[in-house]
């Protein structure tokens, strides 16, 4: 059975940093695709944040983080980071990570249908 553990969420002042990380287990392949999608409070979509081809490293970035945020995996450890930096109040939500072993064409790598299997989530608050 395919499980994502998320872990490395907390509360963090305005300018500050995090690093995420989604630990992976019991996948027989590797993802081809991984990512992270945010969600807010009461929100019913959740948004692409990031997301990377593991095969050949393309990464991409939803242009709200582009320049803050770090997408990478280490297949040592079958493990995905988010690097946060300079973090904002409407970086605020409860992150996602997600994975795929399907191709997913570049424009849709940061749409979560896209995606089969998922975490439950860990929560990022940034205050003003």
């Known amino acids: 059975q395919v499980q994502l553990l998320e872990s490395g969420g907390g509360s963090v002042q305005a300018g500050g940093s995090l690093r995420l990380s989604c630990a992976t287990s019991?996948?027989?392949?590797?993802?081809?695709?991984m990512g992270w999608f945010r969600q807010v409070e009461g929100g019913k979509e959740r948004e692409g944040v990031a997301?990377?081809?593991?095969?050949?490293?393309?990464?991409y970035y939803v242009d709200s983080v582009k320049g803050r945020f770090t997408i990478s995996h280490d297949d040592t450890n079958l493990t995905l980071y988010l690097q946060m930096n300079s973090l904002k109040p409407e970086d605020t939500g409860m992150y996602y990570c997600?994975?795929?072993?399907?191709?997913?064409?570049?424009?849709?790598?940061?749409?979560?249908?896209?995606?089969?299997?998922w975490g439950l989530g860990t929560q990022v608050t940034v205050s003003s």
């Open positions: 019991g996948s027989p392949f590797s993802f081809n695709y």
């Open positions: 997301a990377i081809a593991t095969a050949v490293e393309d990464t």
């Open positions: 997600a994975a795929s072993m399907a191709f997913i064409p570049q424009r849709r790598t940061l749409v979560d249908e896209q995606y089969k299997y």
